[in-house]
């Protein structure tokens, strides 16, 4: 799900509190799920899909009830680690792994939380992306498939077994909506859409 690295939030909402330490006790805990699946299913490949807002971005500030842990640019050196660990965790548990990411809402470097105003790819997802294949590149995660989608960091198709997954951050669907006709624009058919945005 996002991550939203740098959100910090108040125990006093509903939810509870949110912050660096908690995403990270929860990544914890999800590692410890996907180890417990692999040993139950003898999992021999891992696919790790991001489905964006790596970073909580102070650009969102003016519209969401976040407050802001870190700069943004502590928020994005943050995330690359946050992922590298991670992929590097799964793989060090004898499994292969592909690892495939889109940008969300909360990762726009340009404009404001205004998505009108974007440049079109400028996301910190999309330079956690290039810098983890720039470390594979210098003998890092080397087990690990990387789907370098960067032409185009809004949507990815992975194939996962024999299914066709559709990745979109979902930050472009409306609530309620049929997800497969808004998508139909994808040229091939979906098996499965995975989404984050809506927590």
Do not use: C
Not at 94 to 100: A, L, M, S
Not at 154 to 167: H, N, Q, R, S
Not at 187 to 195: L, R, S
């Amino acid at each position: 799900s996002d991550w939203h690295v740098g959100a910090l939030i108040s125990n006093q909402y509903k939810h509870g509190g949110y912050d660096y330490g908690i995403l990270k006790e929860r990544l914890d805990t999800l590692l410890t799920e996907i180890n417990r699946n692999i040993s139950i299913y003898e999992t021999k490949k891992v696919t790790v899909l991001f489905v964006g807002d790596l970073i909580e971005g102070s650009n969102m500030r003016g519209n969401q009830m976040y407050n802001i842990e870190f700069t943004t640019a502590e928020q994005i050196t943050k995330g690359i680690e946050l992922l590298y660990s991670f992929l590097r965790e799964v793989q060090l548990m004898g499994t292969q792994v592909t690892f495939g990411a889109v940008r969300g809402n909360h990762d726009r470097l340009s404009g404001t939380s205004n998505k009108n105003e974007e440049l079109y790819n400028d996301s910190a997802v999309y330079v956690a992306l290039s810098q983890l294949i720039l470390l594979q590149e210098h003998g890092l995660l080397p087990d690990v498939e990387i789907i370098d989608n960067r032409e185009d960091m809004y949507e990815l198709v992975a194939y996962v077994a024999d299914k066709t997954i559709l990745l979109s951050h979902g930050d472009t669907l409306q609530r309620n909506a049929n997800v497969f006709e808004k998508l139909s624009h994808v040229p091939e058919k979906q098996d499965i859409v995975v989404t984050g945005h809506i927590h």
